[in-house]
């Protein structure tokens, strides 16, 4: 059965946010053929942004287009919209995820799902309310062919006892002090998480996967530029933080070990770069889209050498490709693997045609809980105590 398969069940999206990433999903959608032996597509039938220049690329560039709304609310109550892809700024997060939720619609939202702790509640509670609504979380990188070999090895227990842990997700993109101030420079818009609310998703996405949880956290948050320009000719203040280091100590019950988590807006030479690190006794690895082809692993017997191999990574993640193992894998092509695995949880529920579901909402949950901990620690200069109780 291929994606173009005449009895593929059509999934019928709408797309509040026309922006970088609501693009992104539209072309992750017109690749659908891409993929080979699944049993559903999307189609976006409806989207909507207030601002109507936005709107018409997806009516010039997406056929399947029916509608175009500058009101969310009315893309809600349309009957033929089954799914909705939103990506808004954090503040406006609690109001319209648990507006979609109750719509009965189901959602693939933007981190970090609320702009706080009680944005995140809020919509933790919709979801309550609403059992048969499928909610997720954006994260694409753990569908990279290296991190997804990663992710394998740790269900395996490959690694024996874990020594230590470094996961991060650094760009350059705010390096240039004259690049304009933008929604996330602010705390009414971004939240007072900064990087961590814009970036940690990412980062956080695989250790609370693996069922690592930090039970503290001692953070280094930086404000780099402190002001830039606002497009009219003045200097205003930046509110979030730039970079963020949080030094964590995991405790699962059966292990103990530190785990560094890191999310820069600011490292020069890294246009985007995710990575993760796993020391263990049995075995390390580690991966990062700096070298997207490339995984590095260092297996070890007792008394044996140590040596690390670096390995070419085929083509190779959840769903199947027609491309070839021998080609190159990018972060277009993981978009699209994020949203096979968000569409095959709608259509085959616990019967997903392989395991790895997107990022869930109780890992967001858990991220706001990190991130809490960590403007506390700031604030204070001492390492919090995280509690991972309902």
């Known amino acids: ?148 070999q990663i992710s394998k090895w740790v269900s395996e227990g490959r690694f024996g006892k874990i020594i230590e842990v470094e996961a991060g997700f650094w760009h350059s993109s705010d390096l240039d002090p004259n690049k304009p101030i933008n929604w996330k420079r602010r705390i009414a818009t971004n939240g007072e998480y900064g990087c961590m609310g814009d970036l940690g998703m990412h980062v956080l996405h695989l250790p609370l996967r693996f069922g690592w949880k930090p039970r503290s956290v001692r953070s280094l948050l930086s404000k780099i530029v402190e002001e830039r320009p606002d497009g009219k000719g003045d200097m205003v203040p930046c509110e979030t933080w730039d970079n963020a280091i949080l030094a964590c100590d995991v405790d699962t019950g059966d292990q103990a070990f530190p785990m560094v988590l890191s999310m820069k807006r600011i490292a020069p030479g890294h246009a985007n770069t995710w990575f993760i690190r796993i020391q263990g006794t049995a075995m390390s690895a580690e991966f990062s889209t700096k070298n997207p082809k490339q995984i590095a692993s260092l297996p070890y017997t007792p008394g044996g050498e140590q040596a690390w191999h670096v390995t070419d990574v085929p083509y190779k993640s959840a769903y199947g490709t027609i491309t070839g193992g021998i080609f190159e894998f990018g972060f277009s092509d993981s978009i699209l693997q994020m949203w096979a695995a968000f569409c095959d949880e709608l259509v085959n529920r616990e019967q997903m045609l392989q395991p790895f579901r997107c990022a869930t909402p109780e890992e967001a949950k858990g991220s706001h809980r990190v991130f809490t901990a960590a403007l506390e620690s700031n604030r204070t200069g001492q390492t919090m105590n995280i509690q991972w109780g309902e």
């Open 1 to 148: 059965m291929t994606a173009a398969a005449t009895n593929a069940k059509v999934i019928r999206f709408g797309v509040i946010g026309c922006g970088l990433m609501g693009k992104e999903f539209a072309s992750a959608a017109a690749r659908w053929c891409h993929l080979t032996d699944v049993d559903f597509i999307p189609r976006i039938t409806a989207v909507c942004d207030a601002n109507p220049a936005a709107a018409a690329w997806f009516e010039q560039a997406v056929p399947s287009v029916e509608k175009v709304y500058s009101d969310y609310r009315e893309l809600l109550a349309d009957p033929n919209v089954d799914a909705i892809y939103c990506a808004v700024p954090h503040n406006l997060h609690a109001q319209i995820y648990t507006d979609i939720i109750r719509s009965g619609k189901h959602l693939l939202g933007e981190k970090p799902f609320g702009i706080d702790e009680e944005g995140n509640e809020a919509i933790m509670q919709a979801m309550a309310e609403h059992p048969d609504v499928v909610v997720r979380c954006s994260s694409e990188f753990p569908f990279f062919p290296g991190a997804f």
